[in-house]
Structure formats: structure tokens, C-alpha cells
């Protein structure tokens, strides 16, 4: 059966018959119409059958028919899960899951829609492991209907939604099943559930509440250090998250160990990136310190000494940070073995790249900005970085204006952050206006409160009343809004 090259045409305009621009990761058509595109760009092999075989039986007749009814991407997989008994989706239908998966995180797509780029490279092994847990699986299904839908302008649609609360449903039976709650892939399943936050708009502005499940799992097997290669590179992608949000979710409570082996990866350990991770991880003990020290009266040189001390660190590998970032704005380095148009968007990937980790670097040091001043150190100097700090996040969200939405979401935590670090009302405005932007990249709900939520974490990152909302509280309020935006649909 020789592989004879078609088109590159994706499947809607190929069933339709109409022509297809073939641009990535959505075709005009498609995004006209709004509707999941799948395969535009993509050189594809049909198959022809040896004249000498035998004409297709009754049973293939009978596929082909259904086949050819159904549409691409939708998979209702009727799967029942007794606790601690997964089992495997259907063949065929886990095949296409994995090649929709695979078209959607590919190298090649505009860093604007870019998975692989923006979440991690953890994610090119995951096609490999599908079929083998279904916390997974169900996960990966609902990230794929979600970024696809999110590509075309449509965010939340009820297919994505009843996956999505499938998917939770399938993701706490294995949470609550001794064997599979420490398993790599029910991890990686937690972390695919934490993209898809960003693509079906989150029910609170700043954290979903998936990664108290990442603790818990690595609680569960009482080890915080990636066991194996894929561990390694998912652990880069999930440790700041689950750092973040363990600022915010009182039911994630790690010790200093912990965070530190959650944090430190031998990818980045040596490197301004992987160090200024390793000073955020001290974060939530010394705010729990400090707030303590400030409620009781206590004398609060030694936490004040010692924030001071991580402020600095952070500034030093800020410094390094940025360095890097200007001596490559305009690389000379040459690259070999690839076309113009491959090495400009080589070059473009990894410039922005060094953005984002420049942005991240922003964001911690801000953290530890809030508290000094908060706990009275060097207050001319504090408000005057704070300052500078924030202008940087501003000149940032400009110049990564060419990358959003998904390339430059990262932003609204460094926006926010900038916000709650600085006092003067002008900048604050400033802040406000590009902020609000930012936010409609993601139609993220309930956007009155903003102010009101922006104040909150401000008394908290000034170790003031604490802006914490438990990991039970959101999660039950995300699945009753889920439930309730789909009419009540029960997937199971």
C-alpha cells in the first residue's frame, strides 16, 4: 500500500471541497465559521490499496459510512472507571485523540497559539503515554477541544465544558486511589488540567485550585524530586505554578524542604532562571513569618534582615536576566542546517523566550518588593525599585504584544503583581488600562471585581489580611459554574 502525498488542505475544507490557505494553526475558513481546524499545513499520505486485495467487506463498508458522518475532534468516550481500576479508551477513537493532540503542539505553530512554547516540553512525550491512564486521557481530550475552540475566538463551548468536568470527575477517582494518585501520568494529567484554565476562562483571576492536586500527589509518594526524564522536564513547567499558587491556597502547606526539592531541577539549577525560582520557594515561609511578627508585635529584624537579603539575590539574577535579554535582541548567531524562514522563527522563540523568563523574573522580585515594604526596610529604596520594577513590566507587555494571547499570558500575573508593588495612582492607572487589555485575551469572567480583587492581593502581598481562597472552595465553585453553563449536563 504506497503512501501517495495529498494536499495540505485541513479536513473541513477537504470534506467540503473548498480551498483551503492552509495557515496555521487555523485556517481562514475555519476561523470564519469557527470551527476546530484540523490538519491545515499539514502533508498528509493517502494510501492506496494493492488492486490484487480483496474488495472492502460489508463490516468496512458499514465503518466507512459512520466515519464519513461524524465529524473530527468529537469524542464522547463512554468509559465507566471503578476506584482504582482504569481502563484504556477505544482504539480508534484513542488514535485520533493522539493525532489531534499532536497537531496542536506542534514546533512550527505562531508562538501566538504555541502549547509546546508556551506550557513546556513535557508535552511532546505525552502522545506516547495516552491509552495507559485515564485521568490522562480525559485530560488531554478536553485540552485539545479547548485550545482548538480558543484558536477560532470560541471560549467555553459546552463540548470543552462537559469534558472538562469529565475529566475532573475521572482526575478525583484517581486522586483518591493509593496506586494511580502516584503515578507520573495522573501528575501530568493535574498540569494539562492547569493549561486548560487559561483557554476556558478561570473562575477567579488568579488561581484554579489544580495545583493543591499536584501537591497532594507528591505528598502522597513522599517524593518531590522528579524520578525520571519526562518528570524532569514536566516539573519545570508545574514547580511555578504550584509555587504561585501555594502563596495564595491555604491547603497547599509545604516545608521549606519541600518547596526547595520542588523548585530545584538539574536543568536550571545553575542558571539566573533556575535561581531566582529557588529564592521565590522561601516565599511562603518567610511571609508566614512576617505576618506573624507584624500581628503580634514581635521584633521583626531577623525576617526583615532575611528578606532583604533573598531581595537582593533576586536582584542580582534579575541583573543576569536582563543581560541575557539585550545581548540577544538582535542575535548575530549564526544557525546552520535550516531554511531562512526556519531561522527566523528559531531566533524569534528563543528571544521571546528569554522574555517571558525576564517577565518571571519581574514578578518574583516584586514579591519580595511587597514585603520589605511592608515590613519597613529601606523605604525610599523599596518604593523607588518598586517603580522601576513596574515600568519594566509595562515596557515588557508592550513588546510582547506580539505574542498574545497565549505566548504572552504570563503577563496579567506580572501586571497584577505591578499593580500591588507600587503606591502612586498614576502608574497604578497606566497599569489598569494594560491590564484590562490583557484580560480580554481570555474573556476571563466576573471582570467588575477587579479592583476589588487587585486590593486583596495587595493586603496580602503586604502581608496585611490574607487573600487566600481554600482549594475545596474553589474547587466546588468551578464545577458549579461549569455545570451550570452547560444546562446541567452529566457526562458520566
Not at 465507566?80 to 479508551?89: V, W
Not at 532575611?306 to 535582541?329: F, G, H, P
Request: proline share 5%; net charge positive; with cysteine.
Amino acid at each position: 500500500m504506497p503512501g501517495v502525498p495529498t494536499g495540505r488542505a485541513c479536513d473541513g475544507c477537504r470534506k467540503q471541497k473548498k480551498k483551503c490557505d492552509e495557515k496555521q494553526p487555523s485556517c481562514s475558513r475555519c476561523a470564519r465559521l469557527k470551527i476546530p481546524c484540523i490538519g491545515s499545513g499539514q502533508l498528509r499520505f493517502k494510501f492506496q490499496a494493492d488492486k490484487r486485495s480483496a474488495k472492502p467487506t460489508k463490516a468496512d463498508q458499514i465503518v466507512a459510512r459512520v466515519d464519513q458522518r461524524q465529524p473530527p475532534r468529537q469524542h464522547h468516550f463512554i468509559v465507566s472507571l471503578p476506584p482504582g481500576s482504569p481502563t484504556g479508551l477505544p482504539g480508534n477513537a484513542l488514535t485520533q485523540l493522539a493525532s489531534a493532540f499532536t497537531h496542536s503542539i506542534k514546533r512550527s505553530t505562531d508562538l501566538r497559539f504555541n502549547l509546546w512554547w508556551s506550557f513546556g516540553s513535557f508535552l511532546e512525550d505525552v502522545p506516547r503515554r495516552l491509552g495507559t491512564n485515564e485521568a490522562l486521557d480525559r485530560a488531554v481530550d478536553t485540552v485539545t477541544t479547548a485550545h482548538a475552540n480558543f484558536c477560532v475566538g470560541r471560549v467555553g463551548s459546552v463540548d470543552a465544558l462537559a469534558k472538562y468536568v469529565q475529566a475532573l470527575r475521572t482526575l478525583r477517582v484517581y486522586l483518591k486511589d493509593p496506586v494511580h494518585a502516584q503515578s507520573t501520568n495522573t501528575l501530568c494529567a493535574v498540569m494539562i488540567l492547569l493549561v486548560c484554565q487559561m483557554f476556558m476562562g478561570p473562575t477567579s483571576r488568579c488561581w484554579s485550585g489544580h495545583a493543591e492536586g499536584a501537591a497532594q500527589i507528591l505528598r502522597v509518594r513522599q517524593q518531590f524530586r522528579p524520578q525520571d526524564p519526562f518528570e524532569q522536564k514536566l516539573f519545570l513547567s508545574l514547580r511555578g505554578v504550584v509555587l504561585f499558587e501555594g502563596l495564595f491556597n491555604d491547603r497547599i502547606k509545604l516545608s521549606p524542604q519541600e518547596w526547595d526539592d520542588l523548585v530545584r531541577n538539574d536543568f536550571d539549577g545553575s542558571t539566573p532562571d533556575g535561581r531566582i525560582l529557588l529564592n521565590l520557594s522561601r516565599a511562603p515561609g518567610l511571609m508566614h513569618r512576617g505576618r506573624e511578627t507584624l500581628s503580634t508585635g514581635v521584633d521583626q529584624t531577623g525576617v526583615r534582615d532575611e528578606v532583604w537579603s533573598v531581595y537582593q539575590t533576586c536582584k542580582m539574577n534579575l541583573s543576569a536576566i536582563k543581560l541575557r535579554l539585550d545581548e540577544n535582541k538582535d542575535p548575530t548567531l549564526e544557525i546552520t542546517g535550516l531554511s531562512p524562514t526556519q531561522k527566523s522563527f528559531v531566533r524569534q522563540a528563543a528571544y521571546s523566550n528569554y522574555q517571558r523568563m525576564y517577565g518571571i523574573g519581574l514578578v518574583i522580585t516584586l514579591f519580595f518588593n511587597c514585603m520589605l515594604g511592608a515590613l519597613g526596610a529601606h523605604d525610599e529604596m523599596t518604593v523607588f525599585d518598586g517603580t522601576y520594577l513596574a515600568e519594566e513590566v509595562l515596557a515588557l507587555a508592550e513588546a510582547s504584544r506580539a505574542y498574545r494571547p497565549i505566548g504572552a499570558g504570563y503577563l496579567l500575573v506580572a501586571l497584577t503583581v505591578a499593580w500591588a508593588a507600587v503606591p502612586d495612582p498614576d502608574l497604578r492607572d497606566r497599569i489598569m488600562v494594560v491590564l484590562k487589555d490583557y484580560h480580554g485575551d481570555f474573556k476571563i469572567r466576573d471582570s467588575g471585581c477587579m479592583i476589588q480583587e487587585l486590593e486583596g492581593i495587595t493586603e496580602h502581598l503586604r502581608l496585611g489580611t490574607p487573600f487566600r481562597i481554600s482549594g475545596e472552595k474553589m474547587a466546588a465553585e468551578a464545577q458549579e459554574l461549569e455545570l451550570d453553563k452547560i444546562g446541567g449536563l452529566s457526562p458520566m
